[in-house]
Structure formats: C-alpha cells, structure tokens
C-alpha cells in the first residue's frame, strides 16, 4: 500500500514557530516510518516561505534513516529508501528545493507542462531528475480519465468519505470505477484505520491522508496499514 503524508500545520497548536517545528517532527517520523510520499501542502505561505520550508524538509528527509522494518519493505519493492517530497502547485519550487515533484489541483496547469517545465529546468542534470513525480487531485472520473491521458504519476481520487461538511463524499463505488483507469489512484478524504482496507479492496493503489498522520502515531498507522 502506498502512503502519503499530505502537511497541514495549522492544524496543530500554538503561534506559527511551535506549528512548523511540530510540522518538521512529523514528517522526520513519516520519514523514519516509511511513508513513500510527503506532500507539503502549506497553502498560505509566499514562494519564498515554501521554500524555506521545503528544504528544511528535504534535509529532514536526506538525513532521518528508516526503521529496520520500513527499510526492509522499501528495499524488497526497490523503493527509494527516502520519502520523496511533492510541493502543492509549485513546480517552481519544487525544482528550487530539490524535490521529487509536485501536486497539481484539478484546475492546476497540466501534468505535460509540468514534465516540460522539468526537462527546460534539468537539462543539465542527471537523466532521473528531468522525470519528476506527479500527483493530482480528482474529484470525478473524467479527472481520473485525463490525468492518466496527461501521465500523472498517480491521482488522488476523494473525498471518498465524509470530509468536514466542505464537500459530498464521492463513496466506494465511484471509487471502485475510479480504480479501473489507467493510472495509479490513491483514496483521500475521511480515510481512517477502520475503513482504509474497504478502499484497499475497492482497488486502491494506496492512501493518502492528513488526519490520519498528523494526528496518530505514524509508525502505528503504517504498521496497521501495511499488516
């Protein structure tokens, strides 16, 4: 089961300093856990505030070492052993802070554009960091549809449960049909312990939360995820 870990800081305690060093501790625990994804999702911040943010967290990633269980599971799929870091929207500085890619919106520029923008910017580099990893968000099966036509890395269908009363819950059959495009398709919203298997059967790829990390013990949720 793949599992990202999307950040929201303010929904932690305390003036902003307590809530980005809380933010910080919790993805060097996905990282030690072996979450495959950390999406940093701070939509308030400028560029400049991002990125800041965004290369504190790729240190914490390039130097926090995985337990012994999440390194022999990434090691047995042939994973990158470090969590790899999306920036929301901004491939600007995603490129700025040496991370894996971005997440898009559904309204967001294409993920084309964003593989274009990649391969201009790295032409100089090593030939893996011109293919960067992009994930969107899709709330119907015609954004499922065109992010794989687009070649999304992955999609992020929801929400499939409740979600705060902020939208309708898309359900698990809307999801099951989600799952039979061509792409990878990981369930968000309103996921928890007690029902991340129904969507696991539905035919997931994965999971991705932000409850569900930020306010557990994330070794524990990814042991019970991944029993």
């Not at 923008?117 to 065109?146: D, G, M, Y």
């Not at 992010?147 to 809307?174: C, H, M, N, Q, Y």
């Amino acid at each position: 089961m793949t599992l990202c870990y999307i950040t929201d800081r303010s929904q932690f305690p305390g003036p902003d300093s307590a809530r980005r060093k809380r933010l910080l501790e919790k993805i060097a625990e996905a990282a030690h856990a072996g979450v495959d994804y950390i999406q940093l999702r701070e939509k308030d911040l400028s560029g400049r505030e991002l990125e800041e943010l965004a290369r504190e967290a790729m240190r914490i990633l390039l130097t926090t070492r995985p337990s012994p269980l999440a390194t022999h599971r990434l090691a047995t799929r042939r994973s990158p052993l470090t969590p790899r870091l999306l920036i929301n929207s901004r491939a600007d500085v995603a490129l700025a802070a040496g991370a894996a890619g971005v997440h898009l919106r559904s309204d967001d520029i294409s993920p084309r554009e964003v593989r274009a923008l990649w391969a201009q910017a790295s032409r100089n580099e090593k030939a893996e960091t011109r293919n960067p990893v992009i994930s969107t968000s899709c709330h119907t099966l015609a954004e499922v549809s065109r992010a794989a036509a687009a070649r999304a890395t992955f999609a992020l269908f929801g929400p499939v449960f409740e979600k705060s009363g902020i939208a309708t819950p898309r359900g698990l059959d809307l999801l099951r049909r989600a799952c039979r495009e061509p792409i990878p398709v990981l369930a968000l919203g309103g996921v928890t312990l007690a029902n991340a298997h129904a969507c696991l059967n539905a035919g997931v790829r994965g999971i991705a939360a932000i409850r569900l990390f930020q306010q557990n013990d994330i070794a524990g949720v990814v042991r019970r995820l991944r029993m």
